[in-house]
T-cell receptor
Framework: EAGVVQSPRYKIIEKKQPVAFWCNPISGHNTLYWYRQNLGQGPELLIRYENEEAVDDSQLPKDRFSAERLKGVDSTLKIQPAELGDSAVYLC???FGQGKQETQYFGPGTRLLVL | GDSVTQMEGPVTLSEEAFLTINCTYTATGYPSLFWYVQYPGEGLQLLLKATKADDKGSNKGFEATYRKETTSFHLEKGSVQVSDSAVYFCAFLLTGGGNKLTFGTGTQLKVEL
């Protein structure tokens, strides 16, 4: 079974430029998560989708960040414009459902460097 | 607020040594507990989990027991290998918390020959 797929793996951009990350979850997983991991820290949730609905986006900086999951499968996270402080690893995860019994499976992440 | 506290790293051990990485949590509710491992340049992989008090999660020689009375979930391994070198994250999940995994800051383990 294929795992969570993310692309690109690495991205270097200049500040004020836009950037987008793509995620394809494990087949059949209807819950999708975007996390941000700063250097030396644990991941922090940005947004959670149940199918195509964003059910928790309270931690997403909405002035510059946006996300979509139009058909309830793959998802895109966008930053526009990027700032120096956005340099981090952006992780996508998926799970079959919700609830504390459900395991979240993580992709390899996209490492973003903003210059 | 809800949080996870892990022992700071790096932890440096010789091969075949005994490993303990301490983890305690503060949560309003009854969480599930997880250990994730991150190898260099890779994403997080689930190592083990426990969903109720006194449950023991185990995988690849690693073990952790859910201790509700001490709100702890310490990771142990009897004999580490060089290939165990990675960053280990303790985390919990509360259903009422929006299915959000709350992570500790991670503990880097270095195993030397």
């Amino acid at each position: 079974e294929a795992g969570v797929v993310q692309s690109p793996r690495y991205k270097i951009i200049e500040k004020k430029q836009p950037v987008a990350f793509w995620c394809n979850p494990i087949s059949g997983h209807n819950t999708l998560y975007w996390y941000r991991q700063n250097l030396g820290q644990g991941p922090e949730l940005l947004i959670r989708y149940e199918n195509e609905e964003a059910v928790d986006d309270s931690q997403l900086p909405k002035d510059r960040f946006s996300a979509e999951r139009l058909k309830g499968v793959d998802s895109t996270l966008k930053i526009q414009p990027a700032e120096l402080g956005d340099s981090a690893v952006y992780l996508c995860a998926s799970s079959f459902g919700q609830g504390k019994q459900e395991t979240q499976y993580f992709g390899p992440g996209t490492r973003l460097l903003v210059l | 607020g809800d949080s996870v506290t892990q022992m700071e790293g790096p932890v440096t051990l010789s091969e075949e040594a005994f490993l303990t990485i301490n983890c305690t949590y503060t949560a309003t509710g009854y969480p599930s507990l997880f250990w994730y491992v991150q190898y260099p340049g890779e994403g997080l992989q689930l190592l083990l989990k426990a969903t109720k008090a006194d449950d023991k999660g185990s995988n690849k020689g690693f073990e952790a027991t859910y201790r509700k009375e001490t709100t702890s979930f310490h990771l142990e391994k009897g004999s580490v290998q060089v290939s165990d070198s990675a960053v280990y994250f303790c985390a919990f999940l509360l259903t009422g918390g929006g299915n959000k995994l709350t992570f500790g800051t991670g503990t880097q383990l270095k195993v030397e020959l």
